[in-house]
């Protein structure tokens, strides 16, 4: 996959992260991305050309940045996005 060339709009987190504090020292990362399918092999070769979706939080525990813990999910589909 690879991140799409699409429009950045920091404001909602789209194609971008938006931080929030998490009430201690760290933060979290909020965003969504577009992504394009480039290849696909075996019971996914029917994804190649698709897109994907991805809603991410990644959560940096520390001030440092040097633990993270990550939450995402891909919407997958066998078509590109418009």
């Not at 929030?20 to 020292?25: M, N, R, Y």
């Amino acid at each position: 996959m690879q991140f799409a060339d699409s429009a950045k709009i920091p404001e909602i987190g789209f194609n971008t992260f938006v931080p929030f504090p998490d009430g201690k020292v760290g933060f979290f990362l909020e965003g969504t991305f577009e992504l394009s399918i480039l290849d696909a092999t075996g019971i996914y070769k029917r994804l190649k050309g698709g897109h994907n979706h991805m809603v991410d939080r990644l959560h940096q525990l520390d001030a440092a940045g040097t633990q993270l813990d990550e939450f995402c999910f891909c919407n997958i589909s066998s078509y590109q996005f418009p």
